[in-house]
């Protein structure tokens, strides 16, 4: 594992491949802006100057569609394609379409059996889910800023019969470590998941993780996986630092993402992300 310094350093370039042209995921909370959802102005003019060099500079958030645009229109990537949900939802952005994008892939499923099963182990949490029209679903009016729309209070059984995008459960009771024993102890099948810096769990379709989206990408545009960069900082980021040709881990990332990082660069406090992205140009 390297660590990275606030200058450009080898990596890419040293590949034998003749297309310079580098593809390049980057999550946004913890990586891009921190835990208050701020970007620091070294971050963001990094970020636009890579997006104004011509590379193919995606988004790959756990965030739903809603949250990610404002990030979007930050770094100034106006055309390309953005990862949302945690690779359940891809866009395509192209200022010539009505709203600035489309979704060219959305992968749903059935949440019923694994919200049964978390709800018997975890009574008290708060549940939330993203359906297929991308309105949120929760109880105990459960709120966060990754979903982008106000969610909708519902009853549980109503949750059972909806179709998912994406499912978050939350607890306040637990620590996330107590919180990863449970959901192990359930051995929860037929979906992904991932359990976040908190007592907090994302669900996606099985198979489905920002890697998988990523790699539909990069087959689409005929990158070399040579030339594909990621920087991230939470569990929902393992695959997509293993999948990368250069995977970047943010400083203060947990053990085990910085375990299968190719390289570490500075915290999120330290705008680890800026200098990730200048030594891009």
Known sequence: MTILTDTPVAGIDDQPNNNNNLMIALDVDGTLVDH??????????????????????????????NATLPI????????????????GVTL????????????????????????RALRERLPNAKYALEDEDGNFLST???????FGVESIGVDFQTMLDATAVRVVVFSSENTSDEFNEAIK??????????????????????????ASALEAL?????????????????????????????????GQAPD??????????????DDGAAQVLRGLL
């Open 36 to 65: 208050d959802g701020h970007m620091s102005p070294g971050v963001r003019s990094a970020a636009q100057a890579v997006v104004a060099s011509g590379h193919d500079v995606m988004i790959a958030t756990g965030r739903s569609l």
């Open 72 to 87: 979007i229109e930050q770094i100034g990537l106006e055309r390309g394609y953005a990862v949302c949900c945690n690779g």
């Open 92 to 115: 395509r952005l192209d200022p010539s379409l009505d709203k600035g994008y489309e979704i060219i892939h959305k992968a749903t499923f059935d949440p019923a059996p694994a919200l």
């Open 140 to 146: 105990e009016r459960f709120q966060d800023a990754s």
């Open 185 to 210: 102890h359930i051995g929860l099948s037929g979906v992904t998941y991932s359990v976040g810096w908190t007592a907090w769990l994302d669900i996606a379709a099985e198979g489905v993780t920002k």
């Open 218 to 250: 990069r087959q689409r545009l005929g990158t070399d996986r040579a030339n594909t960069v990621a920087v991230g900082d939470g569990r929902n980021d393992i695959e997509m630092l293993t999948w990368a040709g250069r995977g970047i881990a943010m």
């Open 256 to 269: 085990e993402v910085l375990a299968v990082a190719d390289e570490v660069t500075a915290s999120v406090l």
